[in-house]
Structures are given as C-alpha cells and as structure tokens.
C-alpha cells in the first residue's frame, strides 16, 4: 500500500501565475481533504471531496479550487498566485464509507511563490 | 468558531523524560486527532479517539469529552521523538481544525 501520495514534492511559481496539485489517496479511501500549511502555523482546511463534489469548504478565495477523479484522485488549482499562497499543501484522504473518518496525510507539496 | 489550543508551543525535554502535550478546544467534537509533524512537512496520525485513553507503544492519549480537553504523554523520551506534536478536533460537519502545533525537542 503506498499510502497517500502527492506530487509534484516543490513547486517555484511567480506572481499571477496558476499550479495545480496532484493528490492520490490511501488505497480503499474515498474521500481527499486539502490543507494549507503556512510556515510554523497548523494546517488550515480548504475543502473536501467526495463522491467527486466539493463536499466542505474552509474560508480560502474562489482562487482555490479543486477536482476529484472517478478514480479518487484530486487535484487542487490556485489561480491567480499570491505571495501569500507560498504554502506547504498537504492532502489527507479517509474512507467515508464505514464512518471512520481517520486521516491519513500525503508528504505534502511545498509551494513557493516568488 | 470552533478553536483549537495547545500548550506548551515549544517543549524541549531530556532524553528518558516524560512529556505531556495537552489539546483544549471550544466545540463539541465527534473526534480528536493527535498528529506528528517531521521537518520536511510529513504528517503521521498518532491517534483518533473519541472516548477514553489510546495506548500505542510509548505513546498515550487521553480525552476527557465533558471538559473538552485532550493530552498526549510520550514515556521514555527519545531524540526521534523531536517532532511537532498537532491536535486536530473534527466535528460532526467532517471538517478537521487544527492547533499550531507543539514542538518538542529531546536532548539526549
């Protein structure tokens, strides 16, 4: 089992510009959760996907937003890129079905907006 | 609004010390998370507990739901166990809220 995996590990942008983050979950997980990680800060909620709906959604700008394959996998796309946005983003996924709901988290992907 | 507070923010330990990071948080929950944070960003799920007390090798956590507050205890402290220590409280909605975090450095 490869557990959560995400890619790419770094990401340099500049100003204006847009990303997109890959996520893949835990095998036998349904549902991806994304976080933004600013430096010595918790992680803070973007939204969650399931059943490839944006299910719940933090306070982050319309600049974020996201996808979920059939397949589970996620994506998240930042528009419009800040100085503000250089983050480390971390995607955790769980299995709504049975109603666990523990998180496993990816490695995370480093983004840096210059 | 519901928030999270961990105390100490910084905790730094002699290797064999017990340690206790503890987690209180203003919303009623239907779980807590511990969470372990390496340099380099990986995060490792130590925990998810709702009730009681979760034992796992050197690691202990406890929760008490009616007043709203959760600890993690490390016995036997070891330099590998130099991480920062996150709580994260999920609400009924499925939606996680995390501390900043507790770093703990051990020194051998």
Excluded at chain 1, 2 to 14: N, R
Excluded at chain 2, 53 to 70: D, F, M, P, V, Y
């Amino acid at each position: 089992d490869a557990g959560v995996t995400q890619s790419p590990t770094h990401l340099i942008k500049t100003r204006g510009q847009q990303v997109t983050l890959r996520c893949s979950p835990k095998s036998g997980h349904d549902t991806v959760s994304w976080y933004q990680q600013a430096l010595g800060q918790g992680p803070q909620f973007i939204f969650q996907y399931y059943e490839e709906e944006e299910r719940q959604r933090g306070n982050f700008p319309d600049r974020f937003s996201g996808h979920q394959f059939p397949n589970y996998s996620s994506e998240l796309n930042v528009n419009a890129l800040l100085l503000g946005d250089s983050a480390l983003y971390l995607c955790a996924s769980s299995a709504h079905r049975g109603g666990s709901y523990e998180q496993f988290f990816g490695p995370g992907t480093r983004l840096t907006v210059l | 609004k519901n928030e999270v507070e961990q105390s100490p923010q910084n905790l730094t330990a002699q290797e064999g010390e017990f340690i206790t990071i503890n987690c209180s948080y203003s919303v009623g929950i239907s779980a807590l998370h511990w969470l372990q944070q390496h340099p380099g960003g990986g995060i490792v799920s130590l925990f998810m507990l709702s009730s009681g007390k979760k034992k796992h090798g050197r690691l202990i956590a406890t929760i008490n739901i009616q007043e709203k507050h959760s600890s993690l205890h490390i016995t036997a402290s070891h330099p590998r166990d130099s991480a920062v220590y996150i709580c994260a409280d999920k609400n009924t909605g499925n939606q996680f809220y995390f501390g900043t975090g507790t770093s703990l450095t051990v020194i051998p």
